[in-house]
């Protein structure tokens, strides 16, 4: 029997990685499930890698160990750029594309789709539901002084809860200087999900 790698296996020691590289790590992998359990990876709170590097399809080991040796030969290169290495690994391969998904765009993508998602009424129904039997489980305020406090609750956490969030994720808050790579403000796209709802 095969054994399985999985994602979730590997997310925390690539965190680990990448945070003794002040948020520098790249990743090359050739999996048989490719980028499909990438969502593990976006789980937090620090990113595991600044990029997933690998073939786009199923390869033959020969093809890989072409494409890898490239990957790495022109690592080297005294100004690397990785989507430069990426093509010239993928022109070895021959057979297969090797591709590069920065994890900014991966993370960046899952954190406003969830933003948006949070603000649809069925989904704040749900929450508020959720705040509602978990404060009757554990305090001993009325029902009255529950809903009153839940229709206080704002449709989002604040945007600095959720620029934290984005700062942890890649560093920002212990390397400032990541701030030029990785930057984002969380402020204006929260304001401009809850403008288009109202």
């Not at 590289?21 to 709170?45: D, E, Q, S, Y």
């Not at 690998?54 to 990957?71: I, M």
């Not at 959720?162 to 200087?177: A, C, G, R």
Request: hydrophobic letters at 40%.
């Amino acid at each position: 029997r095969p054994e399985l790698l999985t994602w979730e296996v590997i997310t925390d020691g690539l965190q680990g990685l990448n945070l003794a590289t002040r948020c520098n790590l790249v990743v090359f992998v050739a999996a048989c499930i490719g980028f499909a359990g990438v969502k593990a990876l976006r789980r937090g709170p620090r990113a595991p890698a600044i990029a997933l590097v690998g073939p786009d399809a199923t390869v033959k080991p020969t093809n890989l160990l072409w494409a890898t040796k490239e990957f790495y030969r022109r690592w080297m290169d005294k100004s690397p750029k990785l989507q430069e290495i990426a093509e010239s690994a993928s022109r070895e391969a021959g057979t297969v594309s090797v591709e590069l998904e920065p994890f900014a765009t991966l993370f960046y993508e899952a954190f406003v789709e969830e933003l948006i998602t949070s603000v649809r009424p069925s989904e704040h129904h749900r929450r508020t539901e959720r705040l509602r039997q978990r404060t009757l489980a554990t305090t001993a305020l009325s029902a009255s002084e529950i809903e009153d406090r839940l229709a206080l609750s704002p449709p989002l956490p604040s945007w600095n809860a959720l620029q934290s969030v984005w700062d942890k994720m890649f560093m920002i808050d212990l390397y400032p200087e990541n701030q030029e790579r990785f930057g984002l403000d969380v402020k204006t796209i929260v304001e401009a999900i809850l403008q288009s709802r109202s």
